[in-house]
């Protein structure tokens, strides 16, 4: 019989973990092929080859990438919190979430360490696309809601996406640690309904 806190961790957890794949999947595109936006070539290529040899870069995949990854992150931190019957607002604040899941579970400091990762925009290094993305846009964790699925915000003001796409190398090692981050994050989460003696693949709810 799964405790309401098991029940409501696998409900978030589940989804969550759909969009997490699908964030790994693409990040891992993208860095395996190297993210490359330019191509040298001895013979002049049509449209079709070009697209063909730089479909996995960051100019065609980082947007819905990291929509999908900071939207996991978000289910993630919504299940938690509403397995520990901490109200949700029906929101999307990424900052107020995670400052919210600190005060909740102060002890889970490698989950807190991957979240601030993530959503830590101060920390990032100078050349961090998403650091460099808020500071263009004016933006916080906040509204990457917002500003990942639309090209302007309700007042109209355009959302600048440039700095998340054509980062060569540095995107390529920036979208690996989004992999790893991905891989990291997952068996942490579960072990948080997992009793001692469960696997750490799947929640200790059996439902």
Not at 45 to 70: H, Q
Not at 79 to 89: C, E, P, T
Not at 106 to 121: G, H, K, M, T, Y
Not at 188 to 193: I, P, Q, T, W
Request: hydrophobic share 40%; proline share 5%.
């Amino acid at each position: 019989m799964c405790s309401y806190f098991e029940a409501e961790l696998k409900k978030w957890g589940t989804l969550a973990e759909t969009f997490l794949k699908s964030a790994k999947f693409q990040a891992s595109r993208i860095a395996r092929g190297g993210n490359p936006n330019f191509v040298v070539s001895d013979t002049p290529l049509s449209e079709d080859e070009y697209d063909e040899k730089t479909e996995a870069n960051d100019r065609n995949l980082a947007v819905p990438t990291l929509y999908s990854f900071f939207h996991g992150l978000e289910l993630l931190l919504k299940g938690a919190l509403s397995a520990n019957s901490v109200l949700v607002k029906k929101n999307h604040d990424l900052e107020k979430l995670f400052n919210t899941f600190k005060e909740t579970f102060p002890n889970e400091n490698a989950i807190i360490d991957l979240f601030s990762q993530a959503l830590d925009v101060k920390a990032m290094d100078g050349n961090n696309p998403v650091r460099k993305f808020c500071e263009r846009n004016k933006l916080t964790p906040a509204r990457f809601y917002e500003a990942l699925r639309y090209p302007e915000d309700r007042g109209g003001q355009a959302f600048i996406h440039g700095d998340l796409k054509y980062n060569e190398a540095d995107g390529a090692v920036f979208f690996q640690n989004v992999v790893t981050i991905v891989d990291d994050i997952m068996p942490l989460f579960v072990a948080l309904s997992r009793p001692a003696t469960a696997s750490t693949t799947d929640y200790g709810c059996p439902c």
